[in-house]
């Protein structure tokens, strides 16, 4: 049995665009860890993170880090080599979950199907097509950041992107636009949970859609064709399971009505958990509490 007497500390900001859903993540978890029982201690990470660890000693932490340094494996490998055991997934997972071309090369050989990638040149900061052929619509975006962070889709007609959206050195890639329905499916402790459909205004689900009081509407389960109900399950789950991921994911999909056809998009190993997240509320419907759902994130916790 884990000891809840000895501190957990819920690890939260940073410097990325993701740090304040990172706080908004770890102060819902640390809420519910305090009402468990929990002992308990909120961290701002900074720079000196690895010394501030060294002085705490805690028993285990509570990574509620988003993006990159806290979702890439950078922070799991200092944690390993300090022997502190920490929540969600270890290095390789975390690395590669982050890295989206990196996601679909792992997975190319399960029967999980991926938006196809489209080439892009830059040339004198403007980004366009490499191939006039190219699908009317594409998304471009950073090839390893999270949130929807830096998200942009192009239309035909529209003016080209310029290079000086992102922040200088940014990696971008670019996917086929695929309309649709937006679903999503969290897996914990390798169980998928349910099918939620989200509903917005917005032309896909961006950061406002996702952590906005009222910027989307969750459905849940979601009212689709029960094949493909039980397909995004079946590729979350494989998903998680061939990528080695721990605690809990999210995979995010799209559903092409049209088409009849479900891609994914890509797997979270560190979903948002706020008041407005899907993974609480997926738990939530199967019957498990939000103190519930962090509890079981704790006791899981170990290094790779």
């Known amino acids: 049995m884990v000891d809840m007497r000895g501190l957990t500390l819920f690890l939260m900001g940073g410097w ?5 859903v990172s706080r908004n993540t770890a102060k819902a978890c640390y809420a519910a860890a305090i009402e468990a029982g929990w ?11 690895a010394n501030q660890l060294h ?9 509620a880090l988003h993006g990159q340094l806290g979702e890439d494996g950078n922070m799991q490998g200092m944690l ?13 997972a975390s690395a590669v979950a982050m890295d989206k071309p990196m996601t679909k090369t792992a997975l190319a ?34 090839r390893n950041t999270g949130s929807s962070v830096g998200v942009h889709i192009w239309h035909e007609g529209d003016a080209y ?26 897996v914990l402790h390798g169980e998928p949970l349910t099918v939620t459909e989200i509903v917005q205004d917005n032309r896909f689900y961006d950061y406002e859609a996702k952590y906005a009081d009222g910027g989307s509407t969750h459905i849940l389960p979601a009212q689709i064709d029960r094949d493909v109900f039980n397909t995004a399950m079946e590729w979350a789950t494989i998903a998680h399971e061939q990528l080695g991921c721990r605690g809990v994911s999210r995979s995010d999909f799209r559903l092409d009505n ?4 479900l891609v994914m998009l890509e797997l979270n190993t560190q979903p948002g958990m706020t008041k407005t997240s899907l993974v609480p509320e997926q738990a939530e419907y199967n019957g498990i509490s939000m103190t519930a759902l962090v509890s079981s994130l704790l006791e899981a916790a170990q290094c790779d």
């Not at 080599?81 to 390789?92: A, D, E, K, Q, R």
């Not at 049209?258 to 056809?261: F, L, N, Q, R, T």
Request: cysteine-free.
């Open 16 to 20: 990325t665009d993701e740090a304040e």
């Open 109 to 142: 050989s399960t029967e999980i199907v991926f938006a196809n990638d489209i080439a892009i040149q830059i040339s004198d900061g403007v980004i366009t097509p490499h191939d006039k052929a190219a699908p009317s619509a594409m998304v471009i975006k950073p």
């Open 39 to 49: 002992t308990a201690e909120l961290l701002e990470v900074d720079h000196n993170i």
């Open 161 to 186: 992107l310029q290079e000086t959206i992102w922040p200088k050195g940014t990696q971008l890639m670019a996917e086929r636009f695929i309309p649709g329905r937006e679903l999503t499916v969290s």
């Open 55 to 63: 002085v705490m000693k805690p028993a285990r932490v509570f990574n």
């Open 80 to 92: 390993n080599l300090m022997g502190i055991p920490y929540t969600h997934s270890g290095v390789l």
């Open 258 to 261: 049209e088409a009849g056809e």
